[in-house]
T-cell receptor, first 115, second 113 residues
Framework: DAGVIQSPRHEVTEMGQEVTLRCKPISGHDYLFWYRQTMMRGLELLIYFNNNVPIDDSGMPEDRFSAKMPNASFSTLKIQPSEPRDSAVYFC?????????????FGPGTRLLVL | KNQVEQSPQSLIILEGKNCTLQCNYTVSPFSNLRWYKQDTGRGPVSLTIMTFSENTKSNGRYTATLDADTKQSSLHITASQLSDSASYICVVSAPNAGNMLTFGGGTRLMVKP
């Protein structure tokens, strides 16, 4: 398996533009997670899905952020409009089950810079 | 609020030396504790996972310990190698919280030749 795939790996955009981050989870994994990582706040959970359904989006910072999972093999995280404080590395992770013993497998991340 | 605190924030050691990283948590009730390694520019990778009933878990040169009474964990790295240079993140999960995790801020380790 190729692991969790994210695209793009790097994104530079100007304030006010729309940004779309993409994720392909590991095949067969029922859970998908979006995280944001910054130097100041470390890793933060934004939202997670179970079988394509959003379960908890309490970590989404504000209405400018939205996430979708139209099918089991694809998810997007959209920021509209983007702001400089959104600059961070965004990780997607997946796991087979919700068992707390289960490992989450992380993608390589998308490094976002908003100018 | 559930928290996970790690120390030190950063550490520099010479190749071949041992080191120990610390993690204190307040997550309660507690289900399990994981240590992740994150290389620069990459996503975190799981090293060890321990339930509340386990005291120690090894993965090669990495040994994690857990004291559920004092809510402390440590990650000991033996005979460090240059490839051990990375951030090490302590992650705690609570029961009945699905797969939701509470992350520590990480310890940035640099191994010098």
């Amino acid at each position: 398996d190729a692991g969790v795939i994210q695209s793009p790996r790097h994104e530079v955009t100007e304030m006010g533009q729309e940004v779309t981050l993409r994720c392909k989870p590991i095949s067969g994994h029922d859970y998908l997670f979006w995280y944001r990582q910054t130097m100041m706040r470390g890793l933060e959970l934004l939202i997670y899905f179970n079988n394509n359904v959003p379960i908890d989006d309490s970590g989404m910072p504000e209405d400018r952020f939205s996430a979708k999972m139209p099918n089991a093999s694809f998810s997007t995280l959209k920021i509209q409009p983007s702001e400089p404080r959104d600059s961070a590395v965004y990780f997607c992770a997946s796991s087979p089950t919700a068992d707390s013993q289960e490992t989450q497998y992380f993608g390589p991340g998308t490094r976002l810079l908003v100018l | 609020k559930n928290q996970v605190e790690q120390s030190p924030q950063s550490l520099i050691i010479l190749e071949g030396k041992n080191c120990t990283l610390q993690c204190n948590y307040t997550v309660s009730p507690f289900s399990n504790l994981r240590w992740y390694k994150q290389d620069t520019g990459r996503g975190p990778v799981s090293l060890t996972i321990m339930t509340f009933s386990e005291n120690t878990k090894s993965n090669g040169r990495y040994t994690a310990t857990l004291d559920a009474d004092t809510k402390q964990s440590s990650l000991h790295i033996t005979a460090s190698q240059l490839s051990d240079s990375a951030s090490y993140i302590c992650v705690v999960s609570a029961p009945n919280a699905g797969n939701m995790l509470t992350f520590g801020g990480g310890t940035r380790l640099m191994v010098k030749p």
